[in-house]
Antibody, heavy 117, light 112 residues
């Protein structure tokens, strides 16, 4: 069965960095676009970044462009999100999600990132 | 960015009664391939979102048939024919046609 398991969340100070991972299993990882989506406490959902099959295309939301970087290792079936220059407003649960075309059909359980001094 | 506007934002319902959530987009959601990538997600308290409906009206495997999606262009609706206790959740519409993909604000359904 399809599984997405995020890790790497934690508490970081403003201006700090963090790298999230998403381990995928139960499907052919290299055949799918993959995304990161976040949800601030008590708020709605925000799509952050998408990466194509072979990292040849990556797109970002304006809120994270220039600070966050999405990448993948198809040999390890793992998706990453490098987050730099973190701001208090980046505090959220971060989900990875699978994209079969215009939708998210599977989500991970999420990992909490807290940016606080 | 495409703005997705849901209404109502809060929906108290009586068990066994129908419920309807509207979702309007600021742009047409018809993609160049002819598909309309409008999705509905359910998020129960403390859980990850779960997809219910994709491409306007296609129900996911395992989703009860009391859930249905309809609409076209920029105007869409999620209907629950008879609300059950397990339907208490926040429901989001989301467009997957234009990047960045965007969600509605969410509609909180609870039992009155």
């Amino acid at each position: 069965q399809v599984q997405l398991v995020e890790s790497g969340g934690g508490v970081v100070q403003p201006g700090g960095s963090l790298r999230l991972s998403c381990a995928a299993s139960g499907f052919t990882f290299r055949s799918y676009l993959m995304h990161w989506v976040r949800q601030a406490p008590g708020k709605g959902l925000e799509s952050l970044a998408v990466i194509y099959f072979n990292e040849n295309e990556r797109y970002y939301a304006d809120s994270v462009k220039g600070r966050f970087s999405i990448s993948r290792d198809n040999a390890k079936d793992t998706l990453y999100l490098q987050m730099n220059n973190l701001e208090v407003e980046d505090t959220a649960v971060y989900y990875c999600a699978r994209d079969p075309g215009g939708t998210y059909d599977y989500w991970g359980q999420g990992t909490l990132v807290t940016v606080s001094s | 960015d495409v703005v997705m506007t849901q209404s109502p934002l809060s929906l108290p319902v009586t068990l066994g009664q129908p419920a309807s959530i509207s979702c309007r987009s600021s742009h047409s959601l018809v993609f160049s391939d002819g598909n309309t990538y409008l999705n509905w997600f359910q998020q129960r308290p403390g859980q990850s979102p779960r997809r219910l409906i994709y491409k306007v009206s296609n129900r996911d495997f395992g989703v009860p048939d009391r859930f249905s999606g309809s609409g076209s262009g920029a105007d869409f609706t999620l209907k629950i024919s008879r609300v059950e206790a397990e339907d208490v959740a926040v429901y989001y519409c989301m467009q997957g046609t234009h990047w960045p993909w965007t969600f509605g604000q969410g509609t909180k359904v609870d039992i009155q």
